[in-house]
């Protein structure tokens, strides 16, 4: 197991000028098949991450949450809170990471982690396809955007059933479009983004009306 640490230096530059790897599912998929314990930590998915880009980061924490695959307790919140760490130093525009070691010590069953990377692969690679520098007028705003990937990575962290894949989708699309200087992406990542807050919002008001009928219509009518 890698040696745990808070400062995950080394140093990080912002995702316009990192080049991105192709097929990072794939290349995630190896490293894990390559190790041996049965579980991982979020330390070990971070430092497996040769090109040390906040995008590609919050990216790979996103990607489990994205297909469904097999049951990991806690999945969404495991991942989804480095993640809304890291997006967030990148909006403040921190030259590197620091993870808390408490979350950097969160495990995950790494074989079944395996599983949802596998799931996930052929629509990222699909997207990597067709993402190119665009609209640079867009691709420059990586702050911003930074600052829109925290708030989605924090409805990720959320334990809101079957509303987590829309918010990890969004986080897929969008860091892969910082990486990859696609202005034009980044726009598709901003609306995929809203489209998840709106699904989870409606997730949250109709379950709350589904308890309310069911609860409710299990008391007695008042004499």
């Known amino acids: 197991m890698m040696r ?5 230096a ?5 995702a316009p000028e990192t080049p991105v790897p192709h097929d990072l599912c794939g290349q995630l998929i190896r490293h894990l098949n390559a190790m041996t314990d049965k579980s991982v930590t979020v330390f070990d998915i971070v430092h497996l991450l040769r090109e040390r880009a906040y995008a590609l980061l919050v990216l790979i924490l996103a990607l489990p949450n994205a297909v469904p695959g097999p049951f990991i307790p806690g999945l ?10 890291f997006a967030f130093e990148a909006a403040l525009g921190r030259p590197h990471p620091r993870l808390p070691a408490r979350v950097g010590k969160f495990k995950l069953n790494r074989a079944k982690m395996i599983g949802h990377l596998i799931r996930a692969r052929p629509y990222t690679m699909n997207l990597e396809t067709v993402m190119r520098p665009r609209l640079s ?3 420059g705003r990586v702050r911003l955007a930074f600052l829109w ?10 334990p809101i059933p079957f509303g987590n894949s829309f918010a990890a989708w969004a986080l897929i699309i969008l860091p892969l479009a910082i990486a990859r200087r696609d202005g034009l992406f980044m726009l598709v990542g901003v609306f995929a983004g809203l489209l998840a807050i709106i699904v989870n919002i409606a997730i949250v008001v109709l379950g709350w009306e589904a308890l309310q009928f069911i609860f ?7 004499n």
């Open 137 to 139: 007028a867009v691709s």
């Open 149 to 158: 990937c925290g708030w989605l990575a924090l409805v990720l962290a959320m």
């Open 76 to 85: 969404s919140t495991i991942t989804g809170i480095p993640a809304l760490i």
């Open 10 to 14: 080394p140093r990080m530059n912002d």
């Open 4 to 8: 745990e640490r808070t400062d995950l």
């Open 216 to 222: 409710g219509g299990a008391k007695l009518p008042a």
